[in-house]
C-alpha cells in the first residue's frame, strides 16, 4: 500500500506521467503476487511440518 502510495502522490506532484504510473503499478502487483505465493508455500510447507509430529 505504501508504494501505491507513494506511486499516485508522484503523479498527483507530476512528478511521473500516467503510463509510469501505470508501469510502477505492474510493477509493485507483480512483486506482491510473488511474495504472496511464497508465503503461501512456506504456510504450507509448516503446516506439512506440524502434522508430521
Request: no cysteine; aromatic share 2%; glycine share 6%.
Amino acid at each position: 500500500r505504501d508504494a501505491m502510495g507513494q506511486v499516485k502522490e508522484l503523479l498527483n506532484e507530476k512528478m511521473i506521467g500516467e503510463d509510469d504510473e501505470r508501469r510502477a503499478e505492474a510493477q509493485v502487483d507483480e512483486i506482491t503476487r510473488r511474495f504472496v505465493a511464497d508465503a503461501e508455500k512456506m504456510g504450507k510447507a509448516k503446516e506439512q511440518e506440524v502434522l508430521e509430529v
